[in-house]
């Protein structure tokens, strides 16, 4: 991570609380209720009757030929919007796509049954007359279903929209896909495979169905949401540059910080959870050649199984022990809920903010305070139901 300095520029986020970072900062401050009734849902959700929701998107907004919306799920509409906003920059950027731009992507499994257990049944019934097992399959599976339930459409919209050719992955389905695809994103332009990696990730469409993973996962009763949130990494001495093949590479003369550093570790289970957050962030503060005392905000992962919660509470109680003046800690789960792969990926956004004007959010029980960033790096972590850990420290672009 020492040879270049990898710039993160172009946010695009879309939650409950608008369309940017800003609009999530503010709403943040303002403390305004950004959860909708989830009655447009196929069914209740457990424990509430408000979510974090948006709204879904027509093809005139996503910039595609309305066939696409057939061979899409929500969550795939999504990420093509946060990509969207996030490469509707300035007109300064120049061209975007080909061979040199890479996407990185965190994904949510698919939380919908292709079919309901009813046509199950029915089907089942029928399975001695082929003929009618052709007819019930006409009524009863939606056309283009087998596509629409692939997550790897997401990656297929992005790419073929914006002409995105280079190299690219995707991972999935638990929150720290989204960091794992900042990680990889940048090392891919530091080690000259891509020239700018297009880098987001998005959270499970809200479906009574994502109760069930989320109850097996051992879920604490936090409220879910949706969203997406992009960014571009690129080497911060090509802002000004050429692109080559795929043209000048982006966010030319925009903000940015620097990615300075990265950890990432494993705990299976309970019992060693806590270490492994522990190994990833000293991992990630050793790589930006500081600790502990040079973090100046934490912006911990959303966690939405107690395990996980108990661990990194517990990780950064050790991390940041010797400290003189400990780091706010700050999540922007009260404007957003729960964003899954997500939910990291608008915390990075959020920090890119911070450190752009200086400042950083605390609670403040239940209010939210501005307050001057006395250093200008971030942590930011995420934490994996089965125990992956990601950790990243972000770096203010004049550092």
Known sequence: MATYDVRLTAPGLYTAAGTDPDALWETLVAGKDTRRPTEAL??????GDTAFLVDDLDAATLGVHRRVLRTSEKQARMALYGARL??????ERGPVGGPGWGLYLGLPTVDEELLRFGALDRLHKAAGSPDEVAALYGREVPPFSGLSHLNSTAAAHISAVFGLTGAMAAYSPFSDAGLTALIDGALSVVEGENEAALVGAVSPKVHPLLFAQYEELGWNGAVPGEGAAFL??????????????GGSVAGAGAPGARLAGYGRAFGAGAGDRTEAVVEAVHAALEAAGTDAGGIGWVLPDAAWSADAARAQSAALERVFAGTADRPAQFTGERATGVLGPAHPLAHTL?????LASGRRLAADGDAVREEALPVPRALVLACGARGQVCAVVLEGAGK
């Open 42 to 47: 196929a069914g209740p959700w457990p424990e």
């Open 350 to 354: 959020l920090a890119l903010h911070g």
């Open 232 to 245: 571009v990494a690129e080497r911060a001495g090509d802002a000004a540059g050429s692109g080559g093949s």
């Open 86 to 91: 996030a490469l509707a920059g300035p007109a």
